[in-house]
């Protein structure tokens, strides 16, 4: 009896110890089990513009500082800002009285010049004076001409007219106000729809990759819609202070009410395509600037590979270089990935 008692007891701990022994042998095999379950897209290939992303100022073709072209004192300024104005309207004039006095002082010169140059051809003919005395009185004359031409052109200038029809958006100076030649007076802008461009800087690279004519959308902060243009012109020079190169992107003819200076956000798309590959944002990992890392599976290992990023639209990223196009590219699971990581793709 005490036998067999001691045999149960001895088989029971055996029992107990195989149990344990299974357990931690199994515990061990999940310990040692380093494989990663992810999720995979294969990437796809495109033919694509990449848009050129730039911000600007609305503005009018036809828009003018105007200003004197002779200095004095302002006599009159017709108008205010805000106004509307027809081409052709007088907008400020000058006090002529200074101006008066030199058109009267030259056409006085001028007529004392032709008396003279008449007198010395009576005399030339009469063989009193000299071929030359002859000579310097006509030149004289054509002088005295021209100064009077100039006093009358300046005259002609102590105003200002309006050089379209718009409004006036600022006014510089007032009446009573003394002013150089050229210094504007009035800033007057067209309102006609077919007038209004926006005025943006282009980098280096983006103006190289336009050539007139491209195709815009634009985003203005005052409207929710998105409105239509085209690239109207590129400058051929960058702007000192900026570097910048200056575009002017004409607006399509619209509805809404515009007005000069609202800003506007710019997508310019090149007529010619890029190759790209195609993959998910939420692949990207480790992203600076223009670059970041995608895994891609390879069999049953991981492998990093650094991308160049074109722009992202959306839900989905557009590679320039990096990946090629069906690469097995690894969505759900990147973040616990190293170099060679050992994968399972789950579906």
């Known amino acids: 009896m005490k036998t067999t008692i001691k045999i149960s007891i001895i088989a029971l701990f055996a029992s107990a110890v195989f149990a344990m022994t299974a357990c931690k042998e199994e515990k061990k095999a999940e310990e040692t089990d380093t494989t990663i379950p992810v999720k995979i897209i294969s990437s796809s290939a495109l033919s694509q513009a990449q848009a050129v992303e730039t911000s600007g100022l609305l503005a009018s073709e036809n828009e003018a500082h105007l200003s004197f072209k002779i200095g004095g004192i302002i006599n009159s300024v017709l108008v205010k800002e805000g106004d509307r104005v027809r081409k052709g309207q007088l907008l400020a004039t000058l006090n002529t009285t200074e101006i008066a006095a030199q058109m009267a002082q030259a056409e006085e010169n001028f007529l004392k010049a032709k008396r003279d140059a008449q007198r010395t051809q009576n005399l030339y003919r009469d063989s009193v004076n000299t071929k030359e005395q002859l000579e310097n009185s006509q030149t004289s004359l054509a002088v005295a001409e021209k100064q009077l031409e100039i006093v009358r052109f300046n005259l002609s200038q102590a105003k200002i007219v309006s050089t379209t029809d718009g409004v006036v958006i600022q006014k510089l100076q007032n009446a009573g106000e003394q002013v150089q030649g050229g210094a504007p007076v009035l800033f007057v802008s067209s309102t006609s729809q077919k007038d209004w461009v926006i005025k943006c800087g282009l980098t280096d690279k983006d103006w190289a990759k336009l050539k007139g004519g491209e195709k815009a959308e634009i985003i203005f902060d005052a409207y929710p819609q998105t409105f239509s243009g085209s690239v109207k012109s590129l400058s051929q020079g960058s702007d000192v202070v900026s570097g910048l190169y200056q575009a002017e992107i004409r607006l399509d003819k619209q509805d809404a009410k515009m007005a000069s200076g609202l800003f506007a956000k710019v997508s310019i798309y090149p007529k010619e395509k890029t190759s790209m590959v195609s993959i998910p944002v939420d692949a990207l990992i480790e992203g600076e600037n223009d670059t970041a890392f995608v895994f891609v599976a390879d069999g049953s290992k991981a492998h990093k590979k650094q991308v160049k990023i074109a722009f ?29 990581s050992d994968i399972k793709i789950i579906q």
């Open 312 to 340: 992202l639209e959306g839900d989905k990223a557009f590679i320039l270089s990096g990946v090629d196009a069906g690469a097995k590219v690894i969505r759900e699971g990147s973040a616990y990935l190293a170099e060679g």
